[in-house]
């Protein structure tokens, strides 16, 4: 990446604004602020993408679900059960390796089947 002529880049910074046009509708511009000066810089963009890295959003659960140290909910394996009784995780909140849709929705599945039965058989 470092070497490649078309990338470049930028250290210490956290997008501070994206800007850009109506007509065209366009993104053009992107103002960054250095983390460590607090100094704003503006580069010229036609497009911007925002990686959303992979830490589970499961913030919600901390303290009340076991997790594992990436913070990604534990599981039965073969079955979407918790460490809480009656409380099931699915998609990707407990996944991973996979973290595909069609893998979600399956645990989700899963998820439903086995409340089911927990309502229905305690
Ligand atoms: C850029 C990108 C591209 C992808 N491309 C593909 C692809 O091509 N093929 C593929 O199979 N998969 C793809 N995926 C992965 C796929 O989107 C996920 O695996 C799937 O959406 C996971 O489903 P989920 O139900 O577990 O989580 P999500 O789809 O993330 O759903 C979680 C839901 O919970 C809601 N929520 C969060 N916190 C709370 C709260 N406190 N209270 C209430 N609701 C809350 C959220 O708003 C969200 O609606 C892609 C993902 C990304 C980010």
Redesign the pocket.
Known sequence: MFAHPKIEVIWNSAVDEISGSADPLAVTRVRLRDTVTQKMSQISVDGVFVA?GHTP?TS?FEGKLAMDKERYILTTPGSTQTSVPGVFA????Q?KI????????GS?CMSALEAERHLAHG
Not at 90 to 93: K, L, Q, R
Not at 98 to 105: D, E, L, P
């Open positions: 959303i959003n919600l699915a998609g990707d909140v996944d996979f973290r595909q849709a069609v893998t979600a929705a989700g």
